[in-house]
């Protein structure tokens, strides 16, 4: 796979451009090298995927943040995908509006929800766009199955060319754009290429130790506490988190367990004797014993 280039390298703009700067070379970049305007341009469709994945990144401002710290490893997420999608409109508007003829349609967009599992392991989805691009609740249905690959991560686009609004006048038709969103997950979290959950044990597990069920993308499997464990202590079972690639036998992350120990909010006398109990053998005072109440002491003075 070949290295990502540098962003500003990219667009060719100084690591200390403003947004106007970066919008305006982004503009001039996207009408040079659109695969529509470049039909003989061999490597016109990659040049100008590049320049969207640049301005994606650099026109949002926390993206551009993260990418200046970390590079590549941190320009993941939805970042300026919106900015990218309105100026593409904007720039096809301009040039559309300059040519006689022939039009290009525009291009639609479509938000699919996944459920976390289906983002983490990867689903096919089918779905239903309108003529016009619209949520699909009237009017004429077109089906697509979109194929959502293992580790999508929210804010993927996925193209689906030629499937926008038709051209006009003989144009060439607009494409569908898939944008992707993910449900948050009631316990699981994603931390890169690992899946972070919590387990509840009862205070005797978490002393004496124990074997319990953890839940996983894959189902249940069971893990072993050792005695002694601490209230937020972190296990980890290797092969059970986000798969890097297709496939089975692609390598995945780790699922990641932090431990939450239980405390009873109310306990038997006999309970309480052995906490007690407990706490002496530790070395701790016993702790004092309540004041009779008012009328207890009234009692005990008329049996008196």
Do not use: C, W
Request: no cysteine; net charge neutral; proline share 6%.
């Amino acid at each position: 796979m070949a290295r990502k280039r540098d962003y500003y390298t990219v667009l060719g703009v100084a690591k200390d451009a403003d947004d106007s700067e970066i919008k305006r070379v982004y503009r001039e970049l996207a009408r040079k090298f659109h695969p529509d305007l470049n039909p003989d341009s061999p490597d016109a469709t990659e040049r100008f995927k590049e320049i969207n994945e640049a301005y994606a990144v650099l026109s949002d401002r926390t993206s551009r943040g993260r990418y200046d710290r970390f590079g590549h490893e941190g320009d993941g997420g939805s970042g300026g995908i919106g900015s990218v999608m309105d100026a593409v409109e904007e720039v096809l508007g301009d040039v559309l509006r300059r040519r006689r003829g022939k039009q290009r349609g525009r291009d639609l967009r479509y938000t699919l929800e996944l459920s976390f599992e289906e983002a983490a392991l990867g689903a096919t989805r089918t779905i239903q766009v309108p003529e016009d691009g619209s949520p699909p609740v009237a009017g004429p249905r077109r089906e697509f199955s979109v194929v959502i690959p293992p580790g999508t991560k929210e804010g993927a686009v996925k193209m689906i060319k030629g499937e926008g609004e038709p051209g006009r006048q003989g144009g060439a038709p607009g494409d569908l754009h898939v944008l992707v969103r993910i449900k948050e997950h009631d316990t699981f979290r994603r931390e890169g290429g690992d899946v972070l959950g919590e387990v509840l044990v009862t205070f005797s597990q978490a002393t004496l130790g124990a074997v319990i069920e953890v839940a996983t993308l894959d189902g249940t499997v069971k893990m072993r506490i050792p005695e002694g464990s601490q209230p937020g202590r972190v296990f980890r079972i290797r092969g059970r988190g986000i798969p890097r690639g297709a496939g089975k036998n692609a390598a995945r992350g780790d699922h990641l367990v932090r431990l939450q120990v239980a405390i009873p909010t109310t306990l038997t006398d006999r309970e309480r004797e052995l906490i007690e109990e407990l706490g002496q053998l530790g070395g701790e005072h016993p702790p004092a014993k309540p004041a009779k109440r008012f009328m207890d002491r009234v009692r005990s003075l008329l049996d008196d």
